[in-house]
């Protein structure tokens, strides 16, 4: 247990779908970032928020959209993907984005679009 | 600009060594180093800061050598307990944009 929660654990969608995905932290952390992990690209940073203000878009499709209403909760909102985003997208915080401690990641979304 | 790590795989006999290479070719502010055992969420090793400070964890240390803009990681008389994919991740000052290599993916074995 790292005070990351993600929900839900599992996800499967079709492509025309929109669903969400939810972060929780319980750290008092003010920075929450996405990583989406696949075979491909082991960790791949998605989004980086800091005090509830995106400070990074690392080049993801607007397919993805990220909501950050405060500080301990961070959403991926998901609409017309494709079966190239399966993959685990997993939340991570830690306690600011100029801070270098270390991250706390939550169990990850494991993501299935057909 | 992701970090590089080499190499992709090890495979050890319990109590065997080994050494994960980051390296990058930008400037390196600190590196972080994570395992991720199959199924469960990276978990942090340690941080090492600019100044060319190596860190200890149990048998498990690291160095950083800010001016080859590299870091090493060291696994020694590995335990069976360490396998898993070992990340190394570059972060950025002021943005906090943490990036990671592609992972090192150790099996130790009986």
């Known amino acids: 247990e790292t005070g990351v929660t993600q929900t839900p654990r599992h996800l499967v969608m079709g492509m025309t779908n929109k669903k969400s995905l939810k972060c929780e932290q319980h750290?008092?952390?003010?920075?929450m970032y996405w990583y989406k992990q696949s075979a491909k690209k082991p960790l791949e940073l998605m989004f980086v928020?800091?005090?509830?203000?995106?400070?990074e878009n690392n080049s993801v499709p607007s397919r993805f959209s990220p909501e950050c209403p405060n500080s301990s909760h961070l959403f991926l909102h998901l609409h017309t993907l494709q079966p190239e985003d399966s993959a685990l997208y997993l939340c991570?915080?830690?306690?600011?984005?100029?801070?270098?401690?270390?991250?706390?990641f939550g169990e990850g979304s494991r993501l299935t679009v057909l | 600009q992701q970090p590089v790590q080499s190499p992709q795989a090890v495979i050890l006999r319990e109590g065997e060594d080994a050494v994960i290479n980051c390296s990058s070719s930008?400037?390196?502010?600190?590196v972080h180093w994570y395992r991720q055992k199959h199924g469960e969420a990276p978990v942090f090793l340690m941080i090492?800061?600019?100044?060319?400070e190596q860190k200890g964890h149990d048998k498990i240390s690291a160095s950083f050598n800010e001016k080859k803009q590299q870091s090493s990681l060291y696994l020694t008389a590995s335990q069976l307990s360490y396998s898993g994919t070992y990340f190394c991740?570059?972060?950025?000052?002021?943005?906090?944009?943490?990036?990671f290599g592609q992972g090192t993916t150790l099996q130790v074995k009986p």
């Open positions: 991740g570059t972060d950025h000052p002021l943005t906090g944009k943490l990036i």
């Open positions: 991570a915080s830690r306690p600011g984005t100029r801070n270098t401690g270390e991250l706390f």
């Open positions: 928020y800091s005090l509830e203000e995106r400070v």
């Open positions: 750290l008092g952390h003010n920075a």
């Open positions: 930008k400037a390196l502010y600190s």
């Open positions: 090492l800061l600019k100044g060319g």
